[in-house]
């Protein structure tokens, strides 16, 4: 039970009890799958193993098959690691922050936020690996002693810190994930009848039984993550911004990297929930928890961030000026009128331009209209990471060595392929997992159901 | 304990609010029963001090795990980077912990984190009694939908007579009363 003010629109519509939150999120897991869903995951599943193929090839041939050159050494694969990374901001931040903030109306997001950011983080995670060509060796990376080499590993290098950032990440909302998950499958083991789908979802219930004490401790650890969770999501991705900003490539050479990386990821983090949500509280008839309000709120965060990354964009491009370095100028100056003009000006338009139409309170309260400007921003931020990479590299310091990045058909079909995992991996887990934190929503619908209010507590 | 055949009554009395099993305990607490346990599918806030848990210290456990990751990251690091082989990489030395500490921030917060974050769950799994392949013990599937249900046990109540109880807690707004008896040896 929380206190919640009167006149605030209720955080669940329409008079609901806590048996139908149970069977609103239980229901479409016991149903039969609507069929769209299997087209949907039909298509999915076919991009993946589209993706997957490419992998596999690219790995069996070597990163020659990529369009990278000498000079161009880091293109679409860092970009696509960064664009992951930064999606899988959202969820963490939602139900970290928010639960600081004791922001409540996170409860209906935070775990397919959650699902979304450890999704994304896998898909992340491949790029560096197969980027190294021969993977097999990945474990290189971590500190291991001197019979599989002759050296540790460097402890100064922001790529190392970035394994440490990563996995440390993935774990951490991983676990954070499923500390939440395990009430709400013992909800679903209770009420299951088929006894395989019993058996399954008691194994990964782990004996739940909602104890008083358990309770306790459900909520102490809740909070103890997120406080670990959030000073842990700013430093992922200030950490990823180091790999750049540590280096002396002009236009990467920059002190702003980390706060203006860590924005440009919640903002993306924050289009891509909208994405996902926007098409799954029509298709699983969620309408009630995520409601216009939430998308109201998540526009709001997205005109924050999206401000700060515009005026990120402009700090830079006044800096490289004012800083009176040459190579620094020429970089920016290169940006926006060389040959990648083109990239430099649809990041502009999709990122800074597109999210103040959130200013409009018709705009950001449409639903078609959040559909498809959260669309435009996750292209944006994709070429954000392309003009940071890409355009910094492929004119440095050296005009003989100049050179540009022409994507191949693996670069191509790896990005695809990983847009395909993700949304099968986010469509199973829509199937089979409680897309809402049900049991969380439980403690907010007595103040906020409308009989509540309406006999004027 | 007595090792003749002896019987623990078990009353399992069902409510169907949060609010109103709250305000039942109190109650019942109040008439000096002892209440067991209580079965839930959401935190009741303000239970916990009228049924007598006392707030648990994994914040202190992950506090410990926290900076016993913090000391092992640095010695590891202070280990692989100074002691063991140093090196001069891109004209930066390392050939002093206190030198090299701004770079070995990062590894350090984050081994910090994972440590003091995985530490706190494992503990929470094992003394919360939820592990991989364990059996629920919540006495009626209901109680993870929209039920709560409160435990009494004579063990704990040894005075205690059923009809009392049971007007008391139909009083309190109980919808349903079992009463099971339980041989324990």
Redesign the interface.
């Known amino acids: 039970?929380h206190k919640e003010s009167a006149i605030r629109d209720p955080l669940i519509l329409g008079d609901k009890?806590?048996?139908d939150i149970?069977v609103d999120v239980v229901g479409p897991i016991e149903n039969k799958a609507p069929r769209a869903w299997y087209i949907l995951i039909t298509i999915a599943g076919l991009i993946a193993i589209w993706g997957l193929g490419c992998v596999v090839y690219l790995i069996s041939t070597g990163i020659g098959v990529w369009g990278l050159n000498k000079t161009v050494g880091w293109a679409w694969d860092i970009t696509n690691f960064v664009w992951w990374v930064g999606i899988g901001h959202a969820g963490t931040l939602i139900s970290a922050v928010l639960l600081l903030f004791r922001q409540k109306w996170r409860m209906a997001i935070n775990r397919s936020a959650e699902a979304m950011t450890i999704f994304a983080v896998m898909m992340a995670a491949l790029f560096p690996g197969i980027h190294m060509g021969r993977i097999w060796l990945a474990y290189w990376v971590l500190?291991l002693p001197n019979t599989f080499g002759s050296?540790?590993?460097?402890?100064?290098?922001?790529l190392?810190?970035d394994v440490?950032?990563i996995?440390?990440y993935f774990?951490?909302s991983l676990?954070?994930w499923y500390?939440g998950l395990?009430?709400d499958f013992?909800?679903i083991?209770?009420?299951m009848t088929n006894p395989l789908s019993k058996k399954i979802y008691?194994?990964l219930?782990?004996?739940?039984?909602?104890?008083?004490?358990?309770?306790?401790?459900?909520?102490?650890?809740s909070?103890?993550?997120a406080g670990?969770?959030t000073?842990?999501v700013f430093?992922v991705h200030s950490?990823v911004s180091?790999d750049f900003a540590t280096s002396i490539v002009p236009g990467w050479h920059t002190t702003i990297f980390p706060p203006y990386f860590v924005s440009g990821a919640v903002f993306s983090g924050f289009a891509m929930v909208l994405t996902l949500l926007l098409i799954m509280r029509k298709v699983m008839k969620l309408e009630s928890y995520i409601t216009v309000k939430h998308v109201e709120y998540m526009n709001i965060v997205i005109i924050v961030t999206g401000s700060i990354v515009g005026v990120a964009y402009i700090t830079e491009l006044f800096i490289s000026w004012y800083s009176g370095v040459e190579y620094e100028s020429y970089a920016f100056i290169n940006r926006f009128s060389g040959p990648y003009f083109w990239a430099y000006w649809a990041m502009m338009t999709c990122n800074v331009v597109s999210p103040q139409l959130f200013w409009f309170k018709k705009i950001r309260t449409s639903f078609l209209a959040t559909f498809i400007l959260s669309i435009v921003v996750n292209i944006g931020m994709w070429f954000e990471r392309f003009v940071i990479i890409v355009t910094s590299l492929h004119r440095d310091y050296v005009p003989s060595s100049w050179s540009m990045f022409y994507p191949t058909w693996v670069d191509i079909g790896i990005f695809i392929g990983t847009i395909g995992i993700f949304f099968t991996l986010f469509l199973l887990f829509a199937r089979f997992f409680p897309v809402l934190a049900l049991?969380?929503l439980?403690?907010i619908l007595?103040v906020s159901g409308e009989k509540y209010k309406k006999e004027d507590h | 304990m007595a090792s003749t055949n002896k019987t623990v009554r078990v009353i399992h009395a069902m409510f169907d609010d949060?609010?109103r099993i709250l305000e039942a305990a109190k109650d019942v607490v109040a008439r000096g029963i002892r209440i067991k346990?209580?079965?839930?599918?959401?935190?009741?806030?303000g239970?916990?001090p009228v049924?007598g848990?006392k707030?648990?210290r994994?914040?202190i456990v992950?506090f410990m795990f926290?900076t016993t990751g913090l000391a092992l990251g640095l010695l590891?690091?202070w280990y692989?980077?100074i002691d063991?082989?140093p090196?001069n990489?891109g004209g930066?030395p390392?050939f002093s912990l206190m030198e090299?500490i701004p770079?070995?921030v990062?590894?350090a917060?984050?081994?910090t984190?994972?440590c003091?974050?995985?530490g706190?769950?494992i503990t929470?799994?094992i003394?919360?009694?939820?592990?991989?392949?364990?059996?629920?013990?919540?006495p009626d599937?209901?109680?993870?939908?929209?039920k709560f249900v409160m435990e009494i046990t004579s063990e704990e109540n040894p005075d205690m007579t059923s009809e009392g109880l049971s007007s008391m807690l139909k009083n309190a707004g109980a919808i349903e009363i079992n009463e099971k008896e339980i041989a324990v040896s």
């Open positions: 039970m009890s806590y048996h149970t500190p050296l540790w590993v460097n402890f100064n290098s922001p190392l810190w440490f950032a996995s440390t774990s951490v676990v954070f500390i395990i009430p013992a909800t083991r209770d009420r008691g194994l219930s782990f004996g739940w039984s909602g104890k008083a004490k358990q309770w306790t401790r459900f909520e102490e650890v909070l103890v993550l670990l969770a000073p842990l430093s950490i180091m049991n969380e439980k403690t007595k | 949060d609010h346990e209580v079965y839930s599918p959401f935190p009741i806030h239970l916990d049924i848990i707030r648990t994994l914040a992950a926290g590891g690091m692989f980077m063991d082989w090196m990489i930066k390392s090299n770079s070995f990062p590894v917060f984050e081994f984190v994972l003091a974050a995985h706190m769950a929470y799994m003394r919360n009694g939820t592990l991989p392949g364990m059996t629920a013990v919540n599937p209901r109680t993870t939908d929209d």
